[in-house]
């Protein structure tokens, strides 16, 4: 693997971990606690294809051995990703069962064997048990690898059995600078864009350079235009665009946005704001809206998007327009 290959925020983690393995000092088990976005998938298939690997070079795998091909094809024999099958909302324990019976063999190629969990939090309480009286005694040279967003969607005994890596966002310069490299069709965006861009993703480039190649992007200005006018003369003009695929992302543009204009009641600095390419838009709305309507309005929203997230047999339109009924309420109380 050529250095330039991973991301650059997720570098010192990897040469970390493989610092490790060469010492003799790794774990058997690791997880790997991020933000989706950050590109954690990609450091993990480079861990497993160095593990692999019949030619290191040093720290790196030499991508074009017969095992990093396999692995790259998703096809390794010594490989076990874990998933929840279609239609299955949890890993079930006959996974894990099943996994036991795999390990327990002699490997196909070399001596490791690996196990992988792009998705932890999918584990139920049979499963996560039968994987902890696994890692109790784990089969030599058999190695974890769990994903998730926080170590306690997973059971306390089983995360105090790993080794966890926090992955955080990286700075925002390094961001912005690798944005600016990676943006489509030679894309020339103001700073203040994909600074904004940045962070209404959470400080994650990869969900943030998606948005910023998105046509959704570029209906963006239109769309806060749109929102000012309907305060003022009718809310639900809003519907015919709420109410299609992108639901979550309007929806949290509307909230970052109004998080932004409570900031600029309360006299914060502008360079704190998530939206710093829309100030003209963040001053007509606190010219028309009160601090307290304001928190009113935040609420329901983020009541209306945990509800979309949750039920997904739920009719859209209806949620929507009651969304929009109870904004307007609040607004013209």
């Not at 190649?213 to 015919?240: A, H, T």
Request: aromatic residues 12%; glycine residues 2%; charged residues 20%.
């Amino acid at each position: 693997m050529k250095k330039n290959l991973l991301y650059p925020w997720l570098r010192d983690y990897y040469s970390e971990i493989i610092y490790q393995f060469q010492k003799k000092k790794n774990y058997t088990a690791y997880i790997f606690c991020s933000l989706n976005g950050l590109g954690i998938t990609s450091l993990i298939l480079e861990l497993i294809k160095w593990i692999f690997c019949i030619n290191k070079q040093q720290i790196y795998s030499c991508s074009i051995c017969n095992n990093c091909i396999l692995v790259k094809k998703n096809i390794h024999p010594d490989l076990y990703i874990l998933q929840n099958k279609m239609k299955q909302i949890y890993i079930g324990i006959d996974c894990i069962r099943s996994l036991i019976d795999k390990i327990s063999q002699t490997p196909h190629k070399g001596t490791s064997k690996i196990i992988w969990f792009p998705n932890s939090k999918k584990l139920n309480d049979f499963s996560s048990n039968a994987l902890l009286k696994i890692l109790e005694e784990p089969p030599k040279n058999t190695y974890f690898f769990l994903q998730c967003n926080n170590k306690n969607e997973l059971l306390p005994t089983i995360y105090s059995r790993c080794q966890i890596w926090d992955i955080h966002p990286p700075s925002e310069k390094i961001s912005i600078s690798w944005l600016i490299k990676n943006l489509q069709n030679n894309q020339v965006l103001k700073k203040q864009s994909i600074k904004s861009a940045l962070r209404i993703c959470n400080y994650t480039p990869i969900n943030a350079l998606y948005l910023l190649n998105n046509n959704i992007w570029e209906n963006r200005n239109i769309f806060y235009n749109i929102l000012v006018s309907s305060f003022k003369k009718d809310i639900m003009n809003l519907l015919s665009i709420l109410d299609n695929n992108n639901i979550l992302f309007y929806l949290d543009w509307i909230y970052l946005i109004l998080l932004d204009v409570i900031k600029l009641h309360l006299k914060i600095d502008l360079k704190f704001f998530y939206n710093l390419d829309q100030i003209s838009v963040i001053y007509k709305i606190s010219n028309i809206i009160f601090i307290d309507k304001i928190i009113l309005m935040i609420k329901k929203i983020l009541f209306c998007k945990k509800i979309l997230i949750k039920i997904d047999t739920i009719n859209h339109k209806l949620i929507i327009i009651n969304l929009l009924l109870s904004l307007d309420k609040i607004y013209k109380s």
